[in-house]
């Protein structure tokens, strides 16, 4: 019997070792087959990104050559889609948004540039000289992001190249560059594209409207014990512990609008931290984000929107309307815009995030709010409601009309916002209220994740 026992305790511990070491070589495996999957998703995304700006270099040669605006709105159309899916594919890949964002923007106003010159065809107009040089120096960028796509392309092809590419954003060398040469090239991308002339028009991506000040902060600059205290009275004194500061990055103040941002941790809930960040003027709450996962939905859309109401009017923003709502993870984005003199104002848009487990606000983004706010002169538009009216198309069934305040490049323009359906979809058609001209069609897709419109 002493025997037995003797032998079986070793027995015993060796098969536990060998199924350790059985389910670690699966772990392993299992994470290999995960991480190259990944890999070649990567590489997928990398070479569509390559094939859009192709299109897009040669089609703004093509545009520069043509001598028909019929010829041009065609090419500038195919540009704008192309640019667009760079830039969206490129957002996906394994690098962070501050090392792509002079490329993302030049993708972005390649796209919005071509949408300005196809306006302005529809008005019967032709590319000025003007135009024609800022369209040769995106073609000129486009040429040399292409060339170091080529570049990248075929060091892709070298053996082991892409191998870890999974890992890439985690992984930091000795002075935080990433270690991947991939990303690399890509932030090398990034610095040639930042060197881009600016870009001068009446568009949202312009860089007059991208560098403009927010005017809904007129205050003083703040401190970082006053910033420190904003934070922690927005998010309430009760509900926070430790806080820490983040550094600066070196570009801090060069950005639309300077801030301090803060960690948080929770004084009721373990590992769960707040990041709440605050402009350096006037002290005021831009963002917050509370990230954590949601298991149970106990509250209905209904409750989470009046949880999100009384969270605006406890912080001060009053005269907010609801919009629309997208549902994800257990939680519900609320689009929040404000209203004056009954007009709906675009621009002045507050977003709040809502668990559907407890009703705790997990998110908040006041940017675009504090970029646009300020009082208004809205005067009476020229056109009576029946007059713009009259340019909607006959069988479109009208549900609801209402004034709103929506951006034109860098103007604001008032029109009417004729919701409604056609064909069995639903659309809205703003009309405006000084031309009559039709500004804008929206179309309003309803789906199990929310509302939304494209």
């Not at 995304?45 to 065609?74: C, G, I, M, P, W």
């Not at 590992?271 to 939905?297: A, C, E, H, L, W």
Request: glycine fraction near 6%; charge should be negative.
């Amino acid at each position: 019997m002493r025997k037995r026992r003797s032998w079986i305790a070793p027995s015993i511990l060796s098969l536990l070792l060998l199924l350790s070491v059985v389910w670690g070589y699966n772990q392993y495996n299992i994470r290999r087959q995960y991480e190259v999957a990944l890999d070649n998703t990567y590489q997928r995304l990398f070479y569509d990104v390559k094939s859009h700006v192709d299109k897009v270099q040669v089609n703004l040669s093509k545009a520069l050559l043509a001598t028909t605006k019929e010829r041009n709105v065609l090419l500038f159309s195919e540009i704008m889609n192309e640019a667009t899916s760079a830039r969206d594919k490129l957002a996906q890949m394994p690098i962070s948004h501050n090392d792509t964002v002079a490329t993302e923007k030049f993708l972005s106003q390649a796209a919005d540039y071509s949408y300005f010159i196809i306006q302005k065809h529809m008005e019967g107009q032709e590319i000025t000289p003007e135009q024609r040089s800022a369209l040769k120096n995106i073609q000129l960028n486009a040429a040399s992001f292409n060339n170091e796509l080529n570049t990248l392309a075929s060091r892709l092809a070298e053996d082991n190249f892409i191998v870890g590419m999974a890992n890439a954003g985690r992984n930091q060398g000795n002075e935080g560059q990433p270690t991947n040469a991939f990303v690399t090239s890509l932030v090398n991308m990034d610095k040639e594209a930042a060197k881009a002339p600016e870009l001068i028009y009446d568009g949202p991506f312009a860089d007059q409207m991208l560098n403009r000040k927010p005017v809904g902060l007129s205050g003083k600059n703040v401190d970082l014990e006053i910033a420190k205290n904003a934070a922690l009275d927005f998010l309430g004194r009760e509900m926070a512990g430790d806080i820490q500061v983040f550094e600066e990055g070196e570009n801090m103040n060069e950005v639309r609008i300077p801030i301090y941002t803060f960690q948080i941790a929770s004084n009721n809930q373990r590992d769960i931290f707040t990041y709440v960040s605050v402009s350096k003027q006037d002290g005021k709450v831009i963002n917050m984000t509370t990230p954590r996962g949601v298991n149970q939905k106990n509250l209905s859309l209904e409750e989470g929107l009046k949880k999100a109401q009384e969270f605006l009017n406890q912080k001060g923003f009053d005269n907010m309307e609801a919009n629309y709502n997208l549902r994800y993870d257990g939680t519900v984005l609320y689009n929040f815009v404000y209203k004056q003199d009954d007009i709906t104002i675009y621009p002045d848009l507050v977003k709040v995030k809502v668990a559907l487990d407890t009703g705790d606000i997990v998110g908040f983004d006041a940017a675009a709010y504090y970029m646009n706010h300020q009082d208004r002169n809205l005067n009476k538009t020229a056109l009576t409601q029946a007059q713009a009216q009259e340019k909607i198309k006959a069988n479109f069934a009208i549900d609801s009309v209402r004034l709103a305040l929506i951006p034109k490049g860098k103007e604001e323009v008032i029109c009417y916002e004729f919701k409604g359906k056609y064909d069995g979809s639903d659309f809205i058609v703003y009309i405006n209220g000084e031309t009559g001209q039709e500004e804008q069609i929206l179309q309003i897709i309803q789906n199990e994740n929310g509302t939304l419109t494209f």
